[in-house]
């Protein structure tokens, strides 16, 4: 079955310790996002990226991290710099069908990040 | 500054009845619109999607009509069920955007009631 994984789906960690959070593809997909999502605030975006090796800034980066070292893969690390960091976050990925076209966003389950 | 905004943050409608969600833009550029469904602690999942060379798409009980005049589409369902319960998001694209990224409201969290 194609999709998106995100492991694991809840995740608690102390105050100040870093943690990362995984995304996986195998639907050969070129772009991957991160999201978060806090209540009334809809889903705001992290980072992304439409290539290998290539990353941008999305509205809300600061204190957070993002590798795109192969393809099918994008990991989050949410640094102890990271001031609110509890949400529930959200990685999509799209297909690049080139310039002119419009590509729909899939979605992975989430992860519930819990900081205490 | 919010490009795409729902700005009703609930509705309720019984069950049969018909659901509308409203969402208005800023940005004249968009020109591709689209409708996910979320329900809690899951993904959003692809519902339907308009091009703004047309001011209706229709995919079985959902229907979305555009209004570029007024930078304004809407979510209709019809007729309403409790399983659409769920938060809905709208979002807007440009079209030689590539995979550059969606912009989304905020939601509407919709409830259906039996």
């Known amino acids: 079955d194609g999709g998106i994984t995100q492991s694991p789906k809840y995740l608690f960690r102390k105050e100040g310790q870093n943690v990362t959070l995984s995304c996986e593809q195998n639907?050969?997909?070129?772009?991957m996002y991160w999201y978060r999502q806090d209540p009334g605030q809809g889903l705001r975006l992290i980072y992304y990226s439409q290539i290998v090796n290539d990353f941008q800034k999305g509205d809300i980066a600061e204190g957070y991290s993002v590798s795109r070292e192969k393809k099918e893969s994008f990991p989050l690390t949410v640094t102890s710099a990271q001031k609110n960091p509890t949400a529930f976050y959200l990685c999509a990925s799209t297909r690049d069908r080139g310039l002119g076209t419009h590509n729909e966003q899939f979605f992975g389950p989430g992860t519930r990040l819990t900081v205490l | 500054d919010q490009q795409v905004k729902q700005n009703s943050p609930s509705l309720s409608v019984q069950e049969g009845r018909i659901s509308i969600l409203n969402c208005d833009y800023t940005n004249s550029m968009f020109d591709y619109f689209l409708w996910y469904k979320k329900y809690p602690a899951e993904g959003p999942t692809f519902l339907i999607s308009?091009?703004?060379?047309?001011d209706k798409n229709e995919d079985g009980r959902f229907t979305v009509f555009l209004n570029k005049s007024a930078k304004h589409l809407s979510l209709h369902i019809v007729p309403s069920q409790p399983g659409d319960s769920a938060v809905y998001f709208c979002a807007a694209s440009f079209y030689n955007s590539g995979n550059t990224p969606l912009v989304f409201g905020k939601g509407t969290r919709l409830s259906v009631i039996a």
């Open positions: 308009i091009s703004s060379i047309k």
């Open positions: 639907l050969n997909h070129d772009a």
